[in-house]
């Protein structure tokens, strides 16, 4: 079973950085995917970027490319967002997600665990 424990939210004014962190115990297939994913008040939750854990392969939502970065630590099985450049519209719940399997379409939906989530807000 795996469980998912995110941590680093906080309030941060625009154009600063934070770092998320999430903490996968019983993880130890490198068939997994490791996503973060944002929802917003009275917005759906969505994509922002994901990380094979075999290999390292990244993707990005087009919102945030360029600003944040996923990376993984397999030795301590965390995976990392780090934000620079943070705007106010970066303010959401974020969520660590993991998918088992070859592929994934990145969609929400397709998510096998999801951790409890934590807030980051972004002041003007």
């Known amino acids: 079973q795996v469980q998912l424990v995110e941590s680093g939210g906080g309030l941060v004014q625009a154009g600063g950085s934070l770092t998320l962190s999430c903490a996968a115990s019983?993880?130890?297939?490198?068939?997994?995917?490791m996503g973060w994913f944002r929802q917003a008040p009275g917005k759906e939750r969505e994509f922002v970027a994901a990380?094979?854990?075999?290999?390292?392969?990244?993707w990005y939502a087009d919102s945030v490319k360029g600003r944040f970065t996923i990376s993984r630590d397999i030795g301590k099985n965390t995976v990392y967002l780090q934000m620079r450049s943070l705007k106010p519209e970066d303010t959401a719940v974020y969520y660590c997600?993991?998918?088992?399997?070859?592929?994934?379409?990145?969609?929400?939906?397709?998510?096998?665990?999801w951790g409890q989530g934590t807030q980051v807000t972004v002041s003007s």
């Open positions: 990380i094979k854990w075999g290999g390292g392969s990244t």
């Open positions: 019983g993880l130890t297939n490198s068939r997994y995917f």
């Open positions: 997600g993991g998918h088992y399997g070859s592929t994934w379409s990145l969609g929400p939906g397709e998510v096998d665990y």
